[in-house]
């Protein structure tokens, strides 16, 4: 069964910096897409940061030149999100997403382009 598990949120500094951790577990073929949302208190989730199968990467405007996505390139499995210059409106749940991630099981069935998930989330406070 596949999970999605974030770690790294906390109290954060405003001008501070954290790392946010998403591990993707259980047999997985492939992984595509993967992203970080977020949600604020009384907002709708939105999206943060996207990276891609091959790499490329995409940023909401408020995060650009302060947040990075990244994947592990040994261990593919790995998603990071690495926040600095943090700001108070930075405050939500982040939320680690896989978009096509396709186990073994996808492949005997044909579903070839795979399943979504999410993971429960990891809360980032920034404040003084």
């Known amino acids: 069964q596949v999970q999605l598990v974030e770690s790294g949120g906390g109290l954060g500094q405003p001008g501070g910096s954290l790392r946010l951790s998403c591990v993707v577990s259980?047999?997985?073929?492939?992984?595509?897409?993967m992203y970080w949302y977020r949600q604020a208190p009384g907002k709708e989730r939105e999206m943060v940061a996207e990276?891609?199968?091959?790499?490329?990467?995409?940023y909401i405007e408020s995060v650009k030149g302060r947040f990075t996505i990244s994947r592990d390139k040994a261990a593919k499995n790995m998603v990071y999100l690495q926040m600095n210059r943090l700001k108070a409106e930075d405050t939500a749940m982040y939320y680690c997403?896989?978009?096509?991630?396709?186990?073994?099981?996808?492949?005997?069935?044909?579903?070839?382009?795979?399943?979504?998930?999410w993971g429960k989330g990891t809360l980032v406070t920034v404040s003084s």
């Open positions: 259980g047999s997985v073929t492939m992984i595509n897409n």
């Open positions: 997403h896989g978009k096509g991630i396709v186990t073994p099981e996808d492949m005997n069935i044909g579903r070839y382009y795979g399943t979504d998930y």
């Open positions: 990276i891609t199968s091959g790499g490329s990467t995409r």
